[in-house]
C-alpha cells in the first residue's frame, strides 16, 4: 500500500510537474510544437501505466505526454524532442504530438483521432505469434468513438478474441464539441458491454483506484481471452491544444472545472502519502523530480539541433 | 532451369515459399481464406499455414491496415490483400498517415516489413469503383514503396523482395495479368524493387510502360515492326523509387518517348517521368514527349464507353506514327487482346 502509493504519487507529480515546466518556458517560443496537455488527466496515465510491467505495451495519442512519462519516467529525450533537438526521442522530427519509446513499450501515438487504435489490434496479434508475454493497452478520448476505426477495431478485437486492452479517456469534448452534440446514445460502457469484452468503468481521480482498475481489466483479459474496455473519466485542466485555460471562451463553464479541481488527482495522491510519510520526506521526493525536470529542460536547451542531412534519414529503412 | 507458370501462380509461390521460410509471414484480407482466395493467387495458404497465417477479415480496411502496422512493429511481416485497389481507400488514412510516417516519426528505431497487395481491374463491366490504379497517390508519399510487375517472373521475384523488405510496399496486380504465362527460374530469387526492365530493345522510340500497358506496347512494338518501326518498350516496374536512369539512357538512344501509363494523365505518373525525361535530355529530344492514358473520366461500365475510356497498342501506335511522321498502318487484320477470349462473367 505504501510503496504501490509512494510510486503513484512519483508518476502524478511528475507528469503534473513535467507540464508546469513546459507552461513556464512555453510563452519563449522556444518549443515549437502543439502540446496538447495531460493536467488532470494524471491519474488515468499513472495508474494504469503502473498496473503495467516493463514488457507490456502502450499506444496513444496526441495528448500522450501523461503516459509517456507514467510509462518510461525519463525526460531527457522527452524534453529534447519538446525543444526540436537532435538529442530528441526523433532527433526533433516527431514532437510533442508523437512520441515513441520502444524499449519502454510505448508503440505510437497519434494526430488523427482514433488511428492509433487498430494498431493496437496486429501488435496483440504479433505478441501471440511471437509467444511474447506482453499486455497492449491502446489509449484514446471519447472523441475516438465518433469515428468509424474505433468500432471497426472493437468488433475485430472481441471477434478475432485479441486481447487488448481499450483504455477510454472521456473528458466530455471532442475538442470543442460536447458530448451532447455528438452522440446519439446515452452510454458508450452500455453499447461496449454488449461486445464480447470486459468492461469496467470509473470517474475516479484516484490513482490507486484506477491503478486497481486496470488490474482487474488485465485479469478479466487473462482469464476470458476477450478484450477489456476500461472506460475512464476526467476533466482536462486545460486548452484542447496549448498550455492555457480557455474558460473564457464559453463552450465550458469554470465551475465544472472546480468541481473536479476539488479532487485534483495529484493533489489527492499527496494527501494520501501523509498517511505515510512527513511532509518534508514528500518534498524531498518532490525535489528529486523538480531537479530531474530542471536538468532535462536544461540539457534538451543546450543540445543541438539536427544538421540538414537528419532530413533525409528514416523515411526508408 | 526454369518453368512455365502464370502471374496468378507466381504470387501464389512467392507467398507461400516466403511463408514457409518465415513464420513471421502471415497473409490476411477480404477473401483470402474463402472458396474464391483471391482470384486463387492465395490457393492452399490456409491448409499448409492455418488459419492463424491465413485469414479472412472482417469488410474493416481502415482498422485491418493498422493492424498490420501493429504487427509489423511487433515483429510480423504481414501481407493485406485488396481485391480491388478501390477498396484500399479505406486504408487510406492508416497507410498515408500511419504507416508511411512511422519510421520516421519513431527516429528510425522502428521498422514497417508490410506488403500491401492490391488489384486493379479492368473490363466486363467493372465500371468505376473496381478499376481504378491510384499508383500515382501511392508513390506521391515520402515512406512507401510502389511497385507493379507485369511478367510471372517479376511478379515473383518481386513479391519475394517485398516481403523481405523492411518497408512498406504497395504491390499493384492488375487483373488481366493474372493468366499471362512466362518463364520464372526455379532459383527465382528476389528482383530489386528499384528497377525498371527493358522487355524489348529498341532504336526509335522509347515507350515507358506500366502494368497492363506494357502488354500493349509489346503489342505495338510486334505490329511496327512489319514496318521497320523499332520500338524500346521499358516496364517502369517500380513507381516508387522509379528508376529513372534506365528511361534516360534509352531516351538518350532513341531521342524520343512515348509514356503509355495504366492509369489517368492528369498528374499522374506519366507526368513524373516526363518531367524527369525532360529535366534530363530536353535538348536531345526530337519530338515532345507523348502521354497515353485513361480518359479524363469516371470508367463506365458499357463495352462501347469502356473501349473508349482505356488506352491500348492502337493508341500507341498512333502515338509512335505521329511522332515519325508516319501514315497510318492498317491494323484491319490484327488480332488484338480481348478478355472476352479469356473468359465471360464477373470477375
Known amino acids: ?317 | 532451369m526454369s518453368r512455365t507458370i502464370s502471374y496468378r501462380e507466381a504470387l501464389n509461390e512467392a507467398m507461400a515459399e516466403e511463408m514457409r521460410r518465415d513464420p513471421s509471414v502471415f497473409v490476411y484480407g477480404i477473401d483470402v481464406a474463402d472458396h474464391k482466395r483471391i482470384f486463387n493467387s492465395s490457393k492452399g495458404l490456409v491448409e499448409e499455414f492455418g488459419a492463424e497465417r491465413c485469414f479472412s477479415t472482417p469488410l474493416a480496411e481502415d482498422a485491418m491496415t493498422g493492424f498490420g502496422l501493429g504487427a509489423a512493429i511487433n515483429g510480423m511481416r504481414p501481407i493485406h490483400v485488396h481485391m480491388r485497389v478501390d477498396f484500399l481507400l479505406l486504408g487510406m488514412n492508416q497507410l498515408v498517415n500511419m504507416i508511411a510516417t512511422h519510421r520516421y516519426g519513431s527516429g528510425g528505431t522502428m521498422k514497417i516489413p508490410m506488403v500491401i497487395r492490391a488489384i486493379i481491374g479492368r473490363g466486363w463491366g467493372q465500371s468505376y469503383q473496381h478499376s481504378k490504379a491510384l499508383h500515382s497517390w501511392f508513390a506521391h508519399v515520402p515512406g512507401l514503396k510502389v511497385v507493379m510487375p507485369s511478367t510471372p517472373r517479376d511478379a515473383k521475384g518481386m513479391l519475394v523482395a517485398a516481403i523481405r523488405d523492411d518497408n512498406p510496399v504497395v504491390f499493384i496486380e492488375h487483373r488481366w495479368l493474372y493468366d499471362a504465362v512466362g518463364e520464372v527460374p526455379d532459383d527465382a530469387g528476389t528482383i530489386a524493387l528499384d528497377g525498371a526492365r527493358v522487355l524489348r530493345s529498341g532504336s526509335d522510340i522509347t515507350v515507358v510502360g506500366t502494368s497492363w500497358m506494357n502488354v500493349e506496347a509489346v503489342k505495338a512494338a510486334q505490329i511496327l515492326e512489319q514496318r521497320g518501326v523499332s520500338l524500346e518498350v521499358i516496364d517502369a516496374r517500380s513507381i516508387a523509387p522509379f528508376d529513372s536512369g534506365t528511361v534516360i539512357r534509352s531516351v538518350r538512344k532513341t531521342r524520343r518517348c512515348i509514356i503509355a501509363d495504366n492509369d489517368w494523365v492528369n498528374c499522374g505518373f506519366s507526368a513524373e517521368v516526363a518531367a524527369t525525361v525532360y529535366e534530363a535530355c530536353l535538348r536531345e529530344l526530337r519530338a515532345p514527349i507523348k502521354r497515353i492514358g485513361y480518359s479524363p473520366t469516371p470508367c463506365p461500365c458499357t463495352r462501347p464507353l469502356e473501349n473508349e475510356f482505356y488506352p491500348n497498342a492502337v493508341n500507341i501506335i498512333r502515338a509512335v506514327e505521329e511522332q515519325l511522321g508516319l501514315s497510318e498502318t492498317d491494323l484491319s487484320g490484327e488480332d488484338f487482346y480481348s478478355y472476352e477470349n479469356k473468359f465471360k462473367g464477373p470477375f
Open chain 1, 1 to 317: 500500500m505504501k510503496e504501490l502509493n509512494y510510486s503513484l504519487y512519483q508518476k502524478v507529480y511528475l507528469i503534473r510537474r513535467a507540464e508546469a515546466v513546459i507552461r513556464e518556458h512555453y510563452a519563449s517560443d522556444a518549443m515549437k510544437t502543439p502540446m496538447h496537455m495531460s493536467t488532470g488527466g494524471e491519474a488515468i496515465a499513472a495508474g494504469v501505466c503502473h498496473a503495467l510491467r516493463a514488457q507490456d505495451q502502450i499506444i496513444g495519442t496526441y495528448r500522450s505526454h501523461g503516459i509517456y512519462l507514467a510509462k518510461t519516467g525519463e525526460t531527457d529525450r522527452f524534453f529534447a524532442e519538446m525543444y526540436g533537438r537532435a538529442t530528441g526521442m526523433a532527433k526533433g522530427k516527431a514532437g510533442s504530438m508523437h512520441l515513441t519509446a520502444p524499449e519502454a513499450g510505448l508503440i505510437c501515438t497519434s494526430a488523427i483521432v482514433g488511428t492509433t487504435i487498430p494498431v493496437a489490434l496486429g501488435a496483440v496479434y504479433a505478441n501471440r505469434q511471437k509467444k511474447q508475454d506482453r499486455v497492449v493497452a491502446v489509449f484514446f478520448g471519447d472523441g475516438a468513438i465518433d469515428e468509424g476505426v474505433f468500432w471497426e477495431s472493437l468488433n475485430i478485437a472481441c471477434g478475432m478474441r485479441l486481447p487488448v486492452l481499450f483504455v477510454c479517456e472521456d473528458n466530455g469534448f471532442a475538442v470543442h464539441v460536447p458530448k451532447s452534440q455528438r452522440h446519439g446514445y446515452r452510454s458508450i460502457a452500455d453499447i461496449v458491454s454488449r461486445f464480447e469484452c470486459n468492461v469496467f468503468s470509473s470517474d475516479s481521480t484516484d490513482a490507486e483506484v484506477i491503478y486497481g482498475l486496470t488490474s482487474d481489466a488485465i485479469g478479466a483479459m487473462r482469464a476470458s481471452g476477450k478484450p477489456s474496455f476500461l472506460y475512464l473519466k476526467y476533466y482536462r485542466y486545460l486548452e484542447h491544444v496549448g498550455v492555457n485555460e480557455d474558460f473564457n471562451q464559453g463552450y465550458r463553464d469554470r465551475s465544472e472545472y472546480e468541481r473536479w479541481r476539488a479532487k485534483d488527482p495529484v493533489e489527492l495522491q499527496r494527501k494520501k502519502l501523509r498517511r505515510w510519510y512527513s511532509e518534508d520526506e514528500i518534498g524531498r521526493a518532490e525535489a528529486v523530480i523538480d531537479r530531474q525536470v530542471e536538468e532535462s529542460v536544461k540539457r534538451a536547451e543546450l543540445a543541438p539541433f539536427s544538421g540538414p542531412a537528419e532530413l533525409y534519414e528514416d523515411v526508408l529503412a
